[in-house]
Each structure stands twice: as C-alpha cells, then as structure tokens.
C-alpha cells in the first residue's frame, strides 16, 4: 500500500487569501485525486491529477479556483484560491494502486476561514 | 447521476452486539463497491472492496458485506462489535471501468464498552 502524507495538516486562513495543500507518496503512481469534505458532509471529488496533463476536474470545480500541480510521480498540489468561509472543509488526497484496484487516503488538511 | 445512501448516520451498540449499516447506489450498470473506515484521528482505510465473484467479500477485523445486485446494496455487518470499531464508515462505489469514488454521507458508529 502506499504511503501518504499532506502539509499542513491544518490551518486557519483569512478571507480572500489562498492556500496550497501539498500531497507527498512514497512511490510513483500514475493516478492521484483531490477529495473535499465539508463539515457533516461526505468525501467529494474536486479533480483527478495525472502526470504530465492538465488535471480533470469534476462538475462544480473549476481550475482557477482549485488550481492543482502534478510536477512529477509522487507529488501534487491543490490550492484553495480567493478563500471564503464556505471553503472551511478538510481536503484529501488519495492514489490509485497499481492494479487500479483501491484508492490509498491521505491524512487530510483541515481547513478553515474565518 | 451516480449516487450512495446510507441511510444510519449515527449508531450506538453495545461490545458484542451485532452490527449491519446499510448501503444502498443508484448506478444501474456494473459497479466496484467498497467499504471506508476512518477511526478517531486516523486516515481512512479500506475494510472490503468487490469487485466480480462471490457476493459475499470478507474483509480486515471480521467485516464483511453482501452485494445483491438486485436491490444496489451492499450492506456491510459485523456478528459482534468491539469497542475499537468505533469510528466512522463510508460505503463508495465506482463504474467498472472509472476511477471515480462516490462516497456516501458516512455512519459514525459508537460502540460502548
């Protein structure tokens, strides 16, 4: 299985600023993906980051407000961009394995704006 | 669109009791299903997963679920709860096919010693 991490694993922002997520894996994967769950809500998929291409992004996010980098195999990031209180949400990201068999979960960035 | 119910969001048992938290999708077509498990604190982690086979998938700590096709569930039980299970669990399918997960909205489960 891989292993995941995220920076930071939390951080309290003001309004109107932006925050970049970092994702780090501990092996190359093709397949990685950025989930948001906001409070009492279930995991949602914001987009999908493929190395070497523009990440797809799913119906209701849009890249300048969730601009995502994939500079190589083992590393990504999303930024939250122009943040409001309805941002206030944790955000995941996973990898595919190998056989595109099970999607491994990072830790998490729990975020909120005031 | 493709979507998951579950339809206990909060359960509370007691240690040894029986456990079964439903799951129900909409998609009509062929589906991979699986069970997430977040405990306090932790990453969510894969219980069980099916994908093709025998409808009943066993999966890590004594989980196990129950595809039936006809009625789109995937109920996942426990014959005997620990308090350690405490945590919350997300049932999430995908097309066969398709990398895309849809979770459902999650069950905190509280299992008091």
């Known amino acids: 299985s891989a292993v995941i991490s995220q920076k930071p694993s939390r951080d309290i922002c003001q309004r109107g600023t932006s925050l970049t997520i970092q994702c780090q894996v501990d092996s190359q994967v093709t397949m990685m993906f950025w989930y948001r769950q906001q409070p009492g809500q279930s995991l949602t998929l914001i987009a999908t980051a493929n190395q070497g291409s523009e990440a797809t992004y799913e119906s209701g996010f849009v890249i300048d407000k969730f601009p995502i980098s994939r500079p190589n195999l083992t590393f990504s990031t999303l930024t939250v961009s122009n943040m409001s209180p309805e941002d206030s949400s944790i955000y995941l990201c996973?990898?595919?394995?190998?056989?595109?068999?099970?999607?491994?979960f990072g830790p998490g960035t729990r975020l909120t704006v005031l | 669109a493709q979507s998951v119910s579950q339809h206990n969001h909060h359960v509370i048992l007691s240690e040894a009791a029986s456990l079964e938290l439903g799951c129900n999708y909409s998609?009509?077509?062929?589906?991979?299903l699986f069970w997430y498990v977040q405990y306090p604190g932790q990453h969510l982690q894969l219980l069980l997963k099916?994908?093709?086979?025998?409808?009943l998938v066993k999966g890590i700590k004594g989980f196990e679920a129950e595809f039936i096709k006809s009625k789109f569930s995937f109920n996942l039980r426990k014959p005997s709860v620990q308090w350690s299970d405490t945590a919350e669990y997300f049932c999430?399918?995908?097309?066969?096919?398709?990398?895309?997960?849809?979770f459902g909205t999650g069950t905190r489960l509280l299992v008091s010693p």
């Open positions: 998609y009509g077509g062929t589906v991979n």
């Open positions: 996973s990898v595919e394995d190998q056989g595109g068999h099970e999607q491994f």
């Open positions: 999430a399918v995908t097309r066969t096919g398709f990398q895309k997960l849809v």
């Open positions: 099916y994908f093709s086979g025998d409808p």
